[in-house]
């Protein structure tokens, strides 16, 4: 079946500007989960949604940053007035629920932002 | 906090050689463990896992122990292929209060000459 999908797979935008990243999880999968990649800071955590319940928005950098997701399915990754560091690989997962954590995240290919 | 620490990288070996890289947790509670891997222009996958202290994972002729005593889940293979050059991550999984996530190690850059 399909994967994780994420748009666009390349994204250049200049600094200051606003961008908008989004992710189709598997279908099915309630959990679904944005991490970002960057060279100095390696794989880090973001954001954590699981069916109706309130987000964990604990990783997420600063508040230029917010995610949401309509219907319990696509998720959007806005981020404001983007600055430089934001430069990075933004992945998506997704999963079944279990309250062990034991199930696999499945992930995306990811987007690669890019702030001039 | 809760945190990953695996060995720095590069590491470059010969075909047929044996692998090992190390993996040391630091978490409250009982975390499941995971080995990803990112091989070149391809997303995150997972390689195995272990839910429990003692449990093996395997996966490819990979495996790994989830040693609670020492906080560790070093990965190994006996007999590594130029195929299997790519990026090793290290995870661990928290759940708490209703939220769940993983935390990666830094990861470990393999290259496998023939």
């Known amino acids: 079946g399909a994967g994780v999908s994420q748009s666009p797979s390349n994204k250049v935008t200049e600094k200051g500007k606003d961008v908008e990243l989004r992710c189709d999880p598997i279908?099915?999968?309630?959990?679904l989960y944005w991490y970002r990649q960057s060279l100095g800071q390696g794989l880090e955590f973001l954001i954590y949604?699981?069916?109706?319940?309130?987000?964990?928005k604990s990783g997420l950098p600063s508040d230029r940053f917010s995610a949401e997701r309509t219907g319990g399915s696509v998720s959007t990754l806005t981020i404001q007035r983007t600055q430089q560091e934001d430069s990075a690989v933004y992945l998506c997962?997704?999963?079944?629920?279990?309250?062990?954590?034991?199930?696999?995240?499945?992930f995306g290919p990811g987007t690669r932002l890019t702030v001039t | 906090g809760d945190s990953v620490t695996q060995m720095e990288g590069p590491v470059t070996l010969s075909e047929e050689a044996f692998l090992t890289i190390n993996c040391t947790y630091t978490?409250?509670?009982?975390?499941?463990l995971f080995w990803y891997v990112q091989y070149p222009g391809e997303g995150l996958q997972l390689l195995l896992k272990?839910?429990?202290?003692?449990d093996k994972g395997s996966n490819k002729g990979f495996e790994a122990t989830y040693r609670k005593e020492t906080t560790s889940f070093h990965l190994e293979k006996g007999s590594v292929q130029v195929s299997d050059s790519a990026v090793y991550f290290c995870?661990?999984?928290?759940?708490?209060?209703?939220?769940?996530?993983?935390?990666f190690g830094k990861g470990t850059k393999l290259t496998v000459n023939p």
């Open positions: 997962a997704s999963s079944l629920y279990s309250w062990q954590g034991s199930y696999e995240q499945y």
């Open positions: 978490a409250t509670g009982y975390p499941s």
């Open positions: 279908s099915g999968h309630t959990a």
């Open positions: 272990a839910t429990k202290a003692d």
């Open positions: 995870a661990l999984s928290l759940t708490q209060g209703g939220s769940e996530k993983l935390v």
């Open positions: 949604f699981q069916g109706n319940s309130a987000p964990d």
